[in-house]
């Protein structure tokens, strides 16, 4: 591979506090995620600059007259990508080969925008992967290309109902079902899931947390960012041929930090609001400065009472298996403490939470103002610009009593966020119920400063 070596890139990466880099290990970590496919190619580049004409009439009539640069930037648009901080002429969220073949990385769930601006490690609000593989493999079929696993596996394994949203953890449940303790390929029956979608944190807390995922059942380490590798091609020997590169993700994700709240903050009424949040909210998710705490603290779902479905959805088998396998330092002398029966969500650190619109775990919230006021969130909504609402704190949507008619163009009907669907509650979390009208306005200003 070849390292950054360049002192422009690494200045530029510096320079939007993308990295907090004290040796070249994390940088090291970012060209793995960006330069090195470890999964099997997606699609070619040739197919890409096709899928134009897979989209629905009136955008294809207008895509017809466009220059391809503007189509890719529709696409782009369309499908939540965003370009390389450092190479805009490729994709952030796909590594693209010198012969152009395009691999899904991490970053298109954690490399999304911060309100119009790439942000690599933000939470990708925007991905829309379902549709771009349908699309995809629309236009491979009208091409000639062969299919990839992501064109036949999101025929049984839906990747994200709603745009912004993910249902890896389910594919990961899937892989790992046909792997032993070692990671050899053993061939099994596929088991039957609860698909659900998922909001995917951001990265730039990562250095706080103790465990993954949001019921916190695996303990931290660079193996366990492998496991999405799992496919049949991957090989135990590949796995551990490749942990130093993930020994070097791992540093990088720990590097990186939140955006400044980049608007005025009203001082006094931040200062009221710090005071508020120290007695009602930091038992859970901390306190912050220089000298802050996390308590990486499980909150039971009988108390949080925030949407079940994720927490069910994953089996005691299932996390077990993972436990006793080589992602978890299974029979090693760092053998990791693996939560088989978690009885409820961690409540996640809140840096930069201004940013990382919308909240709860399924994404089902789109601004603060709802956190704190659970008679706020609406029941459907949907996302109407990348501009930050100053006010609500979080994104700028539009409001339904009822869902919208269908349209043609399925990527608009995943714009809409429908709480009233499995896995998509927006209940719980009531706290804010605790504070008045004042205190809550007080509360949402401090959270700015986060």
């Keep these: 591979m070849h390292y950054f070596n360049s002192v422009f890139a690494f200045s530029l990466l510096i320079g939007n506090h993308l990295l907090f880099a004290d040796d070249l290990s994390t940088l090291r970590g970012y060209e793995v995620l960006t330069e090195l496919p470890v999964l099997s190619s997606d699609f070619h580049q040739s197919t890409f600059d096709q899928i134009w004409k897979s989209w629905p009439t009136d955008l294809r009539d207008q895509a017809e007259s466009m220059s391809p640069g503007e189509r890719t930037s529709v696409a782009y648009q369309r499908y939540g990508l965003t370009q390389r901080p450092d190479l805009k002429t490729k994709p952030l969220q796909y590594v693209v080969s010198e012969n152009g073949n395009w691999t899904m990385n991490c970053f298109a769930c954690h490399g999304g925008t911060v309100y119009g601006t790439s942000y690599p490690g933000a939470p990708n609000n925007q991905i829309a992967l379902q549709t771009l593989t349908e699309e995809i493999r629309a236009t491979k079929f009208r091409v000639g290309a062969p299919l990839s696993r992501m064109d036949i596996g999101s025929l049984i394994v839906p990747l ?25 390929y053993v061939p099994a029956p596929p088991k039957g899931f609860t698909h659900h979608d998922m909001d995917a944190p951001p990265w730039w807390y990562f250095y706080k947390r103790e465990r993954l995922y949001i019921d916190g059942f695996a303990e931290k380490g660079h193996r366990g960012l492998m496991q999405f590798m799992l496919i049949p091609e991957n090989g135990p020997d590949f796995f551990r041929e490749h942990e130093q590169d993930f020994q070097d993700v791992y540093a990088y994700i720990s590097s990186l930090r939140p955006p400044e709240y980049p608007h005025h903050v009203q001082t006094n009424l931040a200062e009221a609001g710090r005071k508020l949040f120290s007695n009602h909210c930091a038992e859970c998710h901390g306190t912050y400065g220089d000298s802050w705490t996390y308590p990486n603290r499980r909150v039971p779902i009988e108390e949080i009472q925030t949407d079940p479905v994720r927490l069910l959805a994953l089996n005691e088998e299932g ?66 610009s990348d501009q930050f609402d100053e006010t609500k704190v979080g994104l700028t949507v539009e409001t339904f009593d009822k869902k919208p008619t269908p349209v043609k163009d399925v990527a608009k009907n995943r714009s809409v966020f429908d709480t009233r669907i499995k896995g998509k509650g927006n209940q719980g979390h009531s706290y804010g119920e605790n504070l008045d009208n004042q205190e809550k306005i007080s509360v949402l200003e401090y959270l700015k400063t986060l």
């Design 160 to 184: 994200g109902t709603t745009n912004g949203t993910t249902n890896a953890v389910v594919f990961g449940m899937g892989l790992m079902n046909q792997r032993d303790t070692e990671l050899n």
């Design 319 to 384: 996390r077990a298996k993972y436990g006793e396998s080589w992602f978890a330092h299974f029979g090693e002398q760092d053998e990791q403490v693996t939560v088989a029966r978690p009885n409820g969500y961690v409540a996640p650190p809140l840096d930069g939470i201004w940013a990382s619109a919308p909240y709860f775990h399924n994404g089902s919230v789109p601004t603060l103002w709802g956190i704190l006021r659970p008679e706020a969130r609406p029941l459907i909504w949907r996302r109407t």
